[in-house]
């Protein structure tokens, strides 16, 4: 796939606009502001746009219109579904805390999780890879070398874990197993505690933890805050029965709304609820967070019923995915419902830290890292193993890659490679294109309000007078 010549940028452009108004649309109606802010985050780098573009991505992939030059040789009635993380890119990756109280790094953010072709994974994360080596000015062939690393390391776990020898699966990114800069992440995030996150979020007044008023923070009427904790009682049945053994754990001591939380599309309403936590000791509370999940892109070109009717709403999806693509997932994962659109629930955990590539310019570096982020991929398709044949995936993961892959050894590598240089160009390309349509206010809905002199005659200073 080649960058489009300038006669068809005009096509792609529009293209480009129906794709985000069907993504975020529902977001323009509710809340211009926020989806200024976030095409304003689109618009600062190729990076930043691909990353924030999983619909467009998938778009393309879907309509067949970012194949590459290669066919996708790899796809069978069982590799096409298989549990995808579905907006893998790199910075998808961070740190956790998983239920056995183990610090692991490994992939993170599955709100676009879903079942379907495990190469469309691969994909978006080289194409990320190449968009990141463009902005490090590595080469071409340099950029080569990294998808290569990161192919042939997710090639040789996912056959490691395909033999039935689990004990060559080689054991999860600790502390004890990590080199380089996971291993820098993984003790960033060592050195943080609960009472650190406890503190940036709360305060004691009369000998209890309440969350902190002003900032983000959003103070609740008596009925938001009574269907809040209706919706947090639902929550509570979603657990599973081994999560949690102490009942004073449910205790709920404050709750609040917030705006604007993290950097997803929906800069929408969410709420932290405040939780006596696993002791009476005040340093030991926790704080979970409400937030609406939203459809995944690739639900849009994965149309099997049996897929979409197997999920309750958009909350109850987003957890059932994420507990088959991590393993010993946070404890606190659950759903809900509230004013009828499905909920996430999850901890605010302080030992979440994601990678940061801002220091790592070394191509030798770098080849180390995408070489790990290769066999943390193939440990997530790998993970959801349910012989009983209940689940949307009833067969090993592995062993139906494995052989797909085997199929056609030779092709794979190149396959990846090629379309990380033909999509890594047609992602900055895109970028370009939508920052020309965003400074050219050519963005439907997305003007800036007119100030209070607009309609005014121009004075001598260039400012608008007061008709």
Not at 89 to 115: I, K, M, P, Q
């Amino acid at each position: 796939m080649s960058v489009p010549p300038l006669n068809d940028e005009q096509t792609r452009g529009k293209e480009i606009l129906a794709v985000l108004d069907t993504a975020f649309g529902d977001l323009l109606a509710a809340d211009p502001a926020a989806l200024r802010a976030l095409y304003r985050r689109l618009a600062a780098s190729a990076l930043a746009f691909h990353r924030g573009t999983a619909c467009l991505f998938h778009h393309d992939l879907g309509s067949g219109t970012a194949g590459g030059p290669r066919p996708d040789a790899y796809l069978d009635e069982r590799t096409s579904r298989v549990w995808i993380h579905g907006d893998l890119h790199v910075e998808s990756f961070g740190t956790r805390l998983d239920a056995n109280g183990c610090l692991v790094f490994g992939a993170d953010g599955f709100d676009e999780a879903y079942v379907g072709p495990f190469t469309w994974d691969l994909k978006r994360f080289v194409a990320s890879l190449a968009v990141l080596g463009h902005t490090k000015a590595l080469g071409d062939e340099q950029i080569t070398e990294l998808v290569t690393c990161y192919a042939t390391a997710y090639r040789d776990r996912i056959h490691a874990l395909a033999t039935g020898a689990r004990s060559d699966e080689g054991p999860p990114l600790t502390t004890d197993t990590a080199e380089g800069p996971l291993l820098d992440t993984l003790r960033c995030a060592r050195s943080l505690t609960r009472l650190g996150l406890l503190e940036s979020l709360t305060e004691i007044r009369d000998f209890e933890r309440r969350f902190t008023s002003g900032g983000d923070a959003i103070e609740l009427d008596a009925a938001t805050r009574y269907k809040v904790l209706a919706a947090f009682d639902g929550y509570l049945e979603t657990l599973p029965d081994a999560s949690l053994a102490r009942p004073e754990s449910y205790r709920v001591k404050d709750v609040v709304g917030r705006r604007g939380i993290g950097s997803g599309p929906a800069d929408r309403l969410s709420y932290d609820i405040l939780l006596e936590g696993h002791s009476d000791a005040l340093e030991d509370d926790v704080v979970i967070t409400i937030r609406q999940a939203r459809s995944p892109a690739v639900a849009r070109y994965v149309t099997d019923p049996a897929i979409r009717d197997r999920f309750v709403h958009e909350g109850h999806r987003t957890v059932v995915c994420r507990r088959a693509l991590q393993e010993h997932p946070d404890p606190w994962l659950g759903w809900t419902e509230l004013d009828g659109a499905g909920q996430v629930v999850s901890e605010v955990s302080p030992y979440a830290v994601g990678l940061d590539w801002e220091g790592i310019d070394d191509p030798e570096e770098m080849a180390q890292v995408v070489a790990d982020l290769g066999r943390a991929t193939a440990a997530m398709h790998a993970a959801a193993d349910d012989p009983s044949g209940e689940s949307l995936v009833p067969f090993p993961a592995e062993r139906a890659i494995d052989a797909a892959i085997a199929g056609d050894e030779e092709g794979f590598v190149p396959l990846l490679v090629d379309f990380a240089h033909a999509y890594g160009a047609r992602a900055r390309a895109d970028h370009r294109i939508f920052v020309d349509l965003l400074r050219g206010g050519q963005v439907p809905g997305l003007q800036e309000k007119p100030g209070p002199w607009a309609d005014g005659p121009v004075d001598k200073t260039g400012r608008r007078q007061n008709p």
